[in-house]
């Protein structure tokens, strides 16, 4: 057994002492065949996926039409976050707060040493050098993942930078994010008795753990991404957030993109939206509307700090996309759609008998067979899903043809507004935008959404996800609130506006009013059109409104009522989503609460009026 000797001839850096102790500890606790630092190389792609496809792992898609792109299905009982296993491990549970599952630190500690203790015998333990935005970035940070999977070592390659660069960068002292996870199925029993390998490995216990003191995370149990892929949800936006409270940015659940208008002004907007509500749709959309053009920054995650100027700039800490495969096709996402083209890895979606890959929405019509994602023979007949509908592509950024030339630089983009969305059936208006930077952290904080696939549980359950970021705040939400309240003092004039926006509004049988999608540009106009003073807005108790003959319909089908239902108040249901909000602000400790948010829903609550509803 070879512990600590790196096998990659490629890695010329020698770790620092810090790297090197923690592998070296961790290699003493789970005790694995060999050690691996990954390099992030094209050879080492190529053998790690060689070796997947031999294991089972992953299927090697028709070159013909997908080249150097793999399927991976992974075991039903693993295919999504488990919000429920996620956990904050603050020395004071209040730090973690009523919005997150806590345990002590020291307690979570010793159970997660229990379980990693031996789990990768027989494995090969890898270790990542990662950095989240370009490698020496002022905005950047750097991680180290070690995982037992190769899966998880090829598609943090497509996700983060990887490899030489960012060890070398991570000279002593420089601070880094210890990241560990194992699938948690050791192949080699307490006899000492070998076991073959699944296609899938994990084990039925999970744990998804943040430790904020000391801005650490620990996972174990599952290969699905957002729980295994630790630079996206688990560093990126629950350690990120802690430190961003600590050092005066932001670590946000947000897309962003650069818009130009027909006479050439360029904007940045930055957007949160709830897991699996379009943001990557949105991040890669191509305006009906002539003149506009829309191009991707990121699709996921923002990172945003005042710059020298004092306005907000914000990077995309990724370098790839881990997007919601079924319904992205042709109509409703084309630049994602040839994003994929190739070197992509899909997860949980169905394989064509040519040896492509199929899921609902890719195509108008069906193929006549397929083998479903969980690997059975499927036809439109079967009356199942050929694709889970949480399965996921990822791809590096760099191969979607709407990506704009600043995404990958170092000091981010000028942020000019800020959106924040959900899926709303009925009440919040199509758009609206905040007064003050007060009234849109209030807009953020009252966020609510359906459930979606994207985490295990009920889907189309309309829950509170301020911020879409209710998995994601590393902290007591309450805190998170009063210091986006405080970004907003920092930023003073200079702040970005916000806006509150809502493709999902249902008519009375349940269909969408608005087309969404590529029309969505039409909502961007508006929004441009208020950022350069150019239209007006109606004054409501919700945030200035739109005008409809200032909205720009030309060539839509919908009928002239049904816009003005989606951009106007409904008195009498924000009536109620007041008493409801003042119902969940009541579930947040009193003293952590930020006065303004309280003094927001006062003056809503007064603004709206007494309720006339009958009872
Ligand atoms: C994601 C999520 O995967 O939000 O981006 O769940
Ligand atoms: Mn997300």
Redesign the pocket.
């Known amino acids: 057994m070879t512990l600590l000797a790196p096998r990659t001839a490629s890695v010329r850096t020698r770790p620092n002492p810090e790297i090197a102790d923690w592998v070296d500890d961790i290699a003493r606790l789970t005790t694995p065949d060999e050690v691996v630092w990954v390099d992030g190389s094209t050879a080492e792609w190529d053998r790690l996926t060689k070796e997947m496809v031999a294991q089972g792992t992953l299927i090697r898609l028709n070159p013909e039409w997908r080249p150097n792109s793999f399927l991976a299905r992974s075991d039903p009982a693993d295919v ?2 488990v919000e429920d296993r996620t956990f904050i491990c603050s020395v004071d549970p209040d730090d973690a707060g009523p919005t997150n599952n806590w345990r002590a630190p020291s307690i979570m500690r010793l159970e997660l040493s229990e379980l990693f203790s031996r789990s990768m015998r027989g494995r090969t333990m890898y270790v990542i050098p990662f950095s989240m935005g370009p490698v020496g970035g002022d905005l950047s940070q750097f991680g180290v993942q070690i995982t037992d999977s190769p899966y998880v070592v090829a598609s943090m390659a497509l996700m983060t930078r990887v490899g030489d660069d960012a060890l070398q960068a991570m000279t002593p002292g420089t601070p880094w994010v210890p990241a560990l996870h194992s699938v948690g199925v050791p192949l080699i029993d307490d006899n000492g008795v070998r076991r073959d390998d699944t296609a899938w490995p994990h084990n039925e216990t999970k744990y998804i753990c943040h430790f904020p003191e000391t801005r650490e995370i620990w996972s174990f149990g599952s290969g699905y ?2 729980n295994a892929l630790l630079g ?2 688990c560093f990126a936006l629950r350690i990120a957030s802690v430190m961003a409270r600590d050092e005066g940015w932001m670590a946000e ?1 947000m897309l962003i993109v650069r818009v130009t208008s027909p006479e050439k002004k360029v904007f940045h907007l930055a957007a949160a939206f ?3 509500c379009g ?1 990557t749709n949105l991040a890669m959309l191509a305006p009906t509307i002539p003149g506009w053009k829309v191009e991707t920054i990121g ?3 923002a990172w945003m700090r005042p710059g020298p100027d004092g306005r907000l700039r914000a990077i995309n800490p990724e370098r790839g996309f ?3 495969a079924p319904g992205t096709g042709p109509s409703t996402n084309p630049t994602a759609t040839q994003t994929i083209w190739g070197n992509t890895i899909f997860t949980n979606v169905a394989l064509r008998d040519d040896g492509d890959v199929w899921w609902e929405g890719l195509t108008d019509s069906p193929p006549a067979h397929a083998t479903d994602w969980e690997g059975n023979d499927w036809t439109p007949a079967s009356g199942t899903r050929a694709a889970h509908p ?1 399965g ?1 592509f990822t791809v590096t950024a760099d191969q979607c043809p709407s990506i704009a030339d600043e995404w990958n630089s170092p000091d981010g983009v000028v942020i000019d507004a800020i959106l924040f969305g959900g899926r709303r059936p009925s009440t919040v208006p199509l758009v609206s935008q905040a007064r003050s930077w007060q009234q849109g952290v209030f807009m953020g904080a009252t966020m609510a959404s359906e459930t ?1 696939a ?2 295990t549980g009920e889907v189309g359950r309309l829950r509170h996800d301020p911020f ?1 970021m209710l ?2 705040a590393g902290y007591n939400m309450a805190d998170y609130f009063a210091h986006w309240i405080a970004m907003g003092e920092l930023l003073g004039d200079k702040a970005p506006q916000i806006f509150s926006v809502n493709w999902f509004r249902t008519d009375a049988d349940g269909r969408f009013i608005w087309p969404g999608f590529s029309e969505n540009a039409r909502v961007i106009e508006w929004i441009v059109g208020r950022l350069e003073g150019d239209l007006a807005a109606r004054a409501t108790p919700i945030g200035g409104l739109p005008l409809a003959h200032e909205l720009n319909l030309e060539g839509l089908s919908v009928g002239v009522d049904e816009i003005q239902a989606i951009i106007d108040l409904d008195k009498p249901a924000w009536q109620r989503e007041a008493a409801a909000i003042a119902e969940y602000f009541g579930t947040f400790d009193e003293t952590r609460f930020p006065a303004e948010l309280r003094r927001e829903l006062d003056r809503l609550t007064r603004d709206l009026g007494p309720d006339v509803t009958p009872s």
């Open positions: 999504a976050r991404g957002g996206k949800k659940h709830p897991s699996a943001k699709d996921d995650i881990f997007g919601v949480n996921r979606t994207a985490a879409a998995p994601f």
